[in-house]
């Protein structure tokens, strides 16, 4: 081996097993990464989505008690 010749190891993805690029910084291949990215962003908006609902029937359940109670 010559002065300038680097050993060069070759990574894997962590998930699906394909080769990547020597320079890459993550565990991770793009197509991983962005399945990653899209799972998440799913959970976030499923959680909204779920905590919208929620408030929306306490403020009904709660305005009609208080309706209730007033005698309105």
Same mark, same amino acid.
């Given at each position: 081996?010559?002065?300038?010749?680097?050993?060069?190891?070759?990574?894997? $993805?962590?998930?699906?097993? $394909?080769?990547?690029?020597?320079?890459?910084?993550?565990?991770?291949?793009?197509?991983?990464?962005?399945?990653?990215?899209?799972?998440?962003?799913?959970?976030?908006?499923?959680?909204?989505?779920?905590?919208?609902?929620?408030?929306?029937?306490?403020?009904?359940?709660?305005?009609?008690?208080?309706?209730?109670?007033?005698?309105?």
């Amino acid at each position: 081996m010559k002065n300038n010749e680097k050993e060069v190891d070759i990574k894997k $993805c962590k998930k699906c097993g $394909c080769e990547l690029a020597s320079d890459t910084r993550g565990n991770l291949c793009l197509n991983c990464k962005k399945k990653r990215v899209n799972f998440w962003g799913l959970v976030g908006k499923g959680t909204l989505a779920v905590a919208s609902v929620v408030l929306f029937l306490g403020r009904v359940v709660l305005f009609v008690v208080t309706r209730g109670k007033k005698g309105l």
